[in-house]
């Protein structure tokens, strides 16, 4: 039985109680910090999880509200989301992928319980790497694919209690959530936006993307069904950025009017109906250079932007970045085999332990850089705005 304090008044309550457990207000960031809010009244805060006078660890809790004063109907469609993310999340017990639990109704509002993976997020050490203009080793993007390939292979064909294919797509592989552990394991998070057949699911309302434009697939950002292989061209686009600090949506020096005119009457529409969505989802502003970098994008640039690459690293990002999913690797599990067999032949074991050691050193590096040119923002890409699709979370 679950029990609570009036949610979200004094810091440093407890927020609520399940059974043995509850859950407090972690203050070491600040008064209350709020890591999301939407205007129908999600929380995200950062707590601990307690048993009696024991604190066990940091967890992310989420919540949403019994009522809104804007849109019950929207809100209502959130909390089905919600509870569909948590029902999800018990099938997923994969060591490589952070927890959810829930979800738990106190006094009607809706909590669920994530992970706060303790680590260095992929994104950040992005950061560090354009701060030294240094990317990382073949041996680190090797090993990095390899883990999140044999993560995605797990849930890609993770099945029900009867044996049934739950079709698990995670929808958001970027690198804000694949995480670099503290012994050197790489962690994939938040499957809150994930694709899956589980009985009773919210469909969403518009064909727009689910995860950050930066990293989707073209038929995701074009509005095309989504499917496993989507996940491997994300992972392709962040093995790029880890291997190469480049980025296959970059416009470069190509002028918009130009890659408008490359478009077929057919692609032209379909881009055009993309930015509308995208504008009506109130996605980024970026979203509409990313539909049409997706839409107009070849294999010569692929191709330009992976020649400095190790053999092995190319071959496999230039499979990978695909714009036709048939034209991928069919699999995770294949890619895995790939990424592993390419790991192999650079002749020199790597695991955990040198991926922590050069996580390490990029960010040392990074701050001997900093203390040189001075402040450096290690900006995230623009998160997207909640939605009635979606819920935004932040592991981690």
């Not at 989301?81 to 999800?88: M, S």
């Not at 006094?107 to 994104?123: A, H, R």
């Not at 899956?196 to 950050?212: E, F, M, N, W, Y």
């Not at 020096?253 to 509308?276: G, I, M, N, Y």
Request: hydrophobic residues 40%; negative net charge; proline residues 7%.
């Amino acid at each position: 039985m679950a029990t609570a304090k009036q949610p979200f008044t004094i810091p440093g309550v407890i927020l609520f109680s399940h059974g043995d457990l509850s859950y407090e207000v972690d203050l070491s960031h600040g008064l209350v910090e709020d890591m999301a809010q939407s205007k129908l009244g999600e929380r995200t805060l950062r707590a601990w999880e307690r048993m009696g006078a024991r604190r066990l660890r940091p967890v992310i809790v989420r919540s949403l509200p019994p009522l809104s004063r804007r849109d019950q109907v929207e809100l209502n469609r959130m909390r089905a989301r919600l509870r569909e993310e948590a029902r999800l999340a018990a099938y997923l017990q994969h060591p490589r992928i952070a927890r959810t639990r829930g979800p738990y109704e106190v006094q009607g509002v809706l909590y669920v319980v994530s992970d706060s993976v303790e680590g260095t997020s992929i994104n950040t050490l992005i950061n560090y790497a354009h701060m030294r203009q240094v990317p990382f080793s073949p041996a680190f993007c090797l090993y990095v694919g390899t883990e999140i390939a044999r993560t995605l292979h797990y849930a890609h064909t993770c099945k029900d209690e009867s044996g049934a294919p739950l079709g698990i797509v995670h929808r958001d592989v970027n690198p804000t959530r694949i995480y670099l552990g503290t012994g050197g394991e790489i962690i994939l998070t938040d499957f809150a936006r994930a694709r899956s057949l589980l009985p009773g699911r919210v469909a969403t309302t518009l064909p727009r993307p689910q995860g950050d434009v930066a990293y989707c697939s073209p038929e995701a950002l074009l509005g095309e069904e989504t499917d496993p292989r989507s996940d491997l061209f994300a992972l392709g686009l962040v093995l790029l950025e880890l291997a190469g600090l480049c980025h296959l949506y970059s416009t470069g020096k190509a002028r918009f009017e130009d890659l408008e005119q490359a478009l077929t009457p057919k692609v032209k529409q379909q881009v055009l109906d993309a930015s509308l969505t995208a504008m009506e989802a109130e996605l980024p502003a970026h979203a509409e250079d990313c539909i049409l970098r997706a839409a107009t994008f070849n294999p010569e640039d692929v191709e330009e932007l992976t020649e400095p690459l190790v053999p092995s690293l190319r071959s496999i990002l230039r499979k990978l970045l695909q714009r036709k999913p048939e034209d991928r690797h069919p699999s995770a599990a294949e890619l895995e085999t790939e990424l592993q067999a390419g790991l192999a032949l650079l002749g020199a074991p790597y695991g955990a332990m040198e991926a922590l050691e050069e996580g390490r050193n990029s960010r040392d590096g990074a701050s001997m850089n900093r203390r040189v040119l001075g402040p450096t923002s290690e900006h995230e890409l623009p998160p997207d705005m909640l939605t009635t699709d979606d819920i935004i979370t932040e592991p981690g």
